[in-house]
């Protein structure tokens, strides 16, 4: 016997980005609640439904109750249960005792741990009503959001304050208590087309009692209805909506009703660059902002209400109203800044803070274009004498947009604006391009930048902030990361990759270091003066007078270097959906070249199901065991005594130079055939012909070793074989 249920947790409007992750999880947990409970049928069906005022799940298939099942109860080991003469012992009658059973009636059970006492006993099912409040409390409790708020006498912990829950069992309320509201069945409308509270008979009438009421709890249709009206207005309008999925996304979950409302501005406007007008509405209104077939801007848009009106007039004036008054700023900053050449303001980034101990922007466009020029001798040694002077301008102008009044106001447009007033200006358009694309990707999925000096530039600038950062102590911690280091290094990775630079990690690094050299340096003598005055305090002694700190660079060097394994290890495993033990074996062999390591790891997963797989992971295996814990030596050919060792010296001569010119093509699929094809044999051969530990030969040991490190050698440059978890790839 089956169920429906119903439960609704009303509260104050919840912020659009966390209602979508909210709704997730509580179809999921309730879903495993219910499993864990023994409460669920086959033809359970669990959908999550939500607005900003509600989080609410539907489900139907809910066991009426609980099956009954055998409990099996262990007790001490056999030994400990009995007397030499067969007796209970009291660690046997206290178990008993404790379980409400006759010592008689315990049996051996055999179990990992040996044998020990236990009874099987039936245990009768709960009805669902008797498992249900604590579940559903447990499931509330359990929600997690990314921030969360205290109320009233600050008891409670949730995303906004709770005001009613409805929660069902078929007809029946559950009842439980959470955050203060005792649980019933009453829901409420929308909060101003209808905001009384109305009762819910049953779980199936819900959605339409709410859609009576102005409530679209589905957010799939109320999708579904933005799309349609949003389509519908931008035809009348004569073109298309921008590309608008995630404030789309957004607006469905900042709406209990979407009622869309077409509205327009003065055509002036269409003079301000295309990404300011697409900011003011997009970004700071929520309008959607419309284009002709040609892709050009027109001056009108679709806003969305959230209450249903019989005359549109007012409220479209009242959109109109807001945009146009932002509309004006932004023209009257667009004329001011104008009247600035971006050179002209490079003298005055140093007034303006990048961070305290890292001192001005001025500073940090000072270390970029000194980083950005030797970034350039890595990539691209032959560059010349033009486009270094196009990158270290382009580094020098590249924060000038901070200072303008335009990204005052709209700070998402920094480097968009920087870009446009440099081509207004005159500036080499090469230069202005690199300007916009600094700041790229700005987030996960965002444009890459596509120029040589752009892709420079954002590299300086990302890999600056993170030696300065983690220099000074402001490393991420749990998910506090409030520099969003961990966004840039994953930015450098992506650059670095779809780029296609070889850029040696390390070095760029250590280069990055040498720049903010000075001012970690000063950040940490001051903190080491800090501690001790703290510590002198607390001891009431002089402080000690300390005027150098010790050297960091390489602590700091390694500790970025790890930083970035761990970013580049998320990276590979999500972008190519590969398994961490592959990706973790190809980082042991290196990914100092980043690019380098994600063709390494291509190639050995698209490997991994190649018949001559098998053949290289027995032949390192057989090697990787032996030298297990061998320090390492010089090889002396003049003690090779078999011929299966000079074979496989024979081979390894052989392949080492093939595997050297593959490895430099990054061909290192050529590099996995060729070891899987020279080496099976040579190597099966040697350790059936050749001791390698012979106890009577201590002078060979090392020697044989030496042979077989060589061998070795050649699979370390590809990845570690020994990290691979090789059954799981059959």
């Known amino acids: 016997m089956t169920m429906e249920l119903l439960l609704e947790i009303g509260c104050e409007e919840i912020p659009a980005r966390f209602v979508g992750p909210a709704l997730e999880q509580l179809a999921r947990d309730f879903s495993s609640g219910l499993s864990e409970a023994a409460l669920v049928e086959d033809d359970l069906r669990v959908e999550a439904l939500g607005t900003p005022r509600r989080l609410a799940l539907l489900a139907s298939g809910v066991a009426a109750r609980q099956p009954d099942r055998q409990e099996q109860l262990l007790g001490p080991r056999l030994e400990a249960a009995y007397d030499e003469q067969g007796n209970p012992t009291k660690a046997c009658r206290g178990f008993a005792r404790s379980k409400g059973v006759d010592p008689a009636r315990l049996e051996p059970v055999d179990t990992p741990r040996g044998r020990v006492v236990g009874i099987v006993r039936q245990v009768e099912g709960r009805a669902a009503e008797q498992v249900l409040p604590e579940l559903l409390r447990q499931l509330l409790a359990g929600l997690r959001f990314g921030k969360s708020m205290r109320w009233g006498r600050g008891e409670h912990l949730f995303v906004r304050p709770v005001h009613w829950i409805c929660a069902l069992a078929g007809e029946q309320v559950i009842e439980f208590e959470f955050a203060g509201v005792r649980a019933g069945r009453r829901s409420r409308g929308h909060r101003f087309d209808s905001p009384g509270e109305f009762e819910v008979s049953t779980p199936g009438e819900y959605v339409e009692a709410l859609r009576r009421r102005s409530v679209v709890v589905r957010p799939e249709e109320r999708r579904r209805m933005l799309r349609e009206q949003l389509t519908r207005l931008a035809e009348q309008a004569g073109g298309r909506p921008l590309d608008s999925g995630e404030l789309a996304e957004e607006i469905v979950n900042l709406v209990e009703l979407p009622v869309a409302v077409l509205g327009s501005f003065q055509e002036r406007f269409l003079r301000l660059p295309r990404e300011v007008l697409v900011a003011a509405m997009r970004n700071h209104q929520r309008y959607f902002a419309l284009e002709d077939d040609q892709g050009r801007l027109l001056n009108a848009f679709v806003a969305v209400a959230n209450t249903p009106v019989p005359e549109q007039q007012p409220v479209r004036h009242g959109f109109e109203r807001v945009l146009v008054a932002r509309l004006n700023d932004a023209e009257f900053f667009f004329q001011v800044d104008l009247k600035n050449d971006p050179r002209q303001l490079v003298e005055r980034l140093s007034g303006m803070l990048f961070q305290a101990e890292l001192g001005s922007y001025g500073e940090k466009a000072g270390r970029l274009e000194r980083l950005a020029d030797r970034l350039l001798g890595l990539v691209d040694a032959g560059a010349g004498k033009e486009r270094a002077e196009r990158l270290r301008l382009a580094c020098r102008l590249c924060k000038t947009d901070l200072l303008t009044e335009m990204v005052g106001e709209f700070p998402e447009l920094h480097g968009i604006m920087g870009e446009v007033y440099a081509r207004r200006a005159g500036i080499d358009e090469r230069v202005a391009t690199a300007i916009r694309e600094h700041v790229m990707p700005r987030h996960s999925g965002d444009e890459l930048p596509q120029s040589p000096e752009g892709r420079l530039v954002a590299l300086a600038d990302r890999l600056d902030t993170l030696a300065g950062c983690f220099g000074v102590g402001l490393r991420p911690s749990g998910t506090a990361d409030p520099y969003g280091l961990r966004r840039q290094a994953l930015g450098v990775i992506a650059i670095v990759i779809e780029g296609r630079l070889h850029l040696p990690l390390r070095r760029a690094l250590e280069l990055a270091i040498e720049g903010v050299a000075e001012k970690v340096r000063q950040a940490r003598l001051e903190q080491a003066r800090r501690r001790e005055a703290r510590r002198a305090a607390r001891k009431k002694q002089p ?141 099966d051969d040697f350790f059936d012909q050749v001791l390698v530990n012979d106890p009577q030969r201590p002078d060979l040991q090392q020697n044989r070793k030496a042979l077989l490190q060589k061998v070795e050698s050649l699979f370390v440059r590809l990845a570690d074989f020994s990290r691979l978890q090789l059954n799981a790839h059959k």
Request: proline content about 4%; overall charge negative; glycine content about 6%.
């Open 543 to 683: 402080a000690r007078v300390i005027d150098e700190v010790e050297p960091f660079a390489g602590e700091l060097a390694g500790e970025l270097l790890e930083f970035f394994r761990q970013r580049l290890r998320q990276r590979l495993m999500e972008n190519l959906g590969v398994r961490a033990d592959i990706v973790d074996a190809v980082l042991a062999a290196g990914y100092d070249d980043m690019l380098d390591a994600q063709r390494r790891l291509q190639a050995l997963a698209d490997f991994l199901s190649r018949p001559q797989f098998e053949n290289l992971a027995v032949a390192f295996k057989r090697v990787a065991n032996i030298l297990k814990d061998f320090p390492g030596g010089e090889l002396d050919e003049q003690k090779l005594e078999k011929e299966q060792e000079s074979r496989l010296l024979e081979v390894y001569h052989k392949v080492e130079p093939r595997i050297t010119a593959a490895m430099e093509s990054g061909d290192f699929a050529a590099c996995l055939e060729l070891l899987a094809a020279e080496l099976r044999g040579p190597v």
